[in-house]
């Protein structure tokens, strides 16, 4: 049997506003759409975004290890890679080394799309009115988050 007392403090607990959930979730699509209007002319998505990112870093990478890369399972990042692979940016073939795998490389348009993205950080921060110490501090947060929920 409960009390009032306890369900006002329950309640506390479930206020909306109190929830770590719910403020990630809401960041998180704010943030994104930050991005929309700069990846515009670069004719791709958010998601599509990233990939990009992870091969700026390093191409060729197997689809599996490009997945680990992005915390995405293969089947979620299968259908990115084709619409990449379909604007011409990346090219998906047997691995030399493994012909179980798949490797995914830049094509010259796609290594030529790392030049056009490359204002686009300084863009976000600007429109958060954060500066870079602000945004690495912040995504040191959220990368504990991350480990902690992983745990």
């Given at each position: 049997?409960?009390?009032?007392?306890?369900?006002?403090?329950?309640?506390?607990?479930l206020a909306l506003d109190r929830q770590v959930?719910?403020?990630?979730a809401v960041a998180a699509r704010e943030v994104i759409a930050l991005y929309k209007p700069l990846l515009e002319p670069l004719g791709i998505t958010h998601p599509q975004y990233l990939?990009?990112?992870?091969?700026?870093?390093?191409?060729?990478?197997r689809v599996g290890e490009l997945a680990d890369r992005l915390s995405l399972e293969p089947a979620t990042l299968s259908?990115?890679?084709k619409r990449l692979e379909?604007?011409?940016?990346?090219?998906?073939?047997?691995?030399?080394?493994?012909?179980?795998?798949?490797?995914v490389t830049?094509?010259?348009?796609?290594?030529?799309a790392r030049a056009k993205a490359v204002?686009?950080?300084?863009?976000?921060?600007?429109?958060?009115g954060m500066g870079l110490s602000e945004v690495e501090q912040l995504r040191d947060?959220?990368?504990?988050?991350?480990a902690a929920a992983r745990r």
């Amino acid at each position: 049997m409960s009390t009032q007392g306890s369900e006002s403090s329950d309640l506390g607990l479930l206020a909306l506003d109190r929830q770590v959930c719910f403020a990630l979730a809401v960041a998180a699509r704010e943030v994104i759409a930050l991005y929309k209007p700069l990846l515009e002319p670069l004719g791709i998505t958010h998601p599509q975004y990233l990939v990009m990112l992870a091969l700026w870093e390093r191409a060729p990478m197997r689809v599996g290890e490009l997945a680990d890369r992005l915390s995405l399972e293969p089947a979620t990042l299968s259908p990115l890679l084709k619409r990449l692979e379909a604007h011409g940016l990346v090219t998906r073939e047997r691995d030399p080394r493994d012909d179980r795998a798949l490797a995914v490389t830049l094509t010259p348009a796609g290594r030529a799309a790392r030049a056009k993205a490359v204002e686009i950080p300084e863009q976000v921060m600007a429109a958060l009115g954060m500066g870079l110490s602000e945004v690495e501090q912040l995504r040191d947060g959220l990368l504990g988050v991350i480990a902690a929920a992983r745990r």
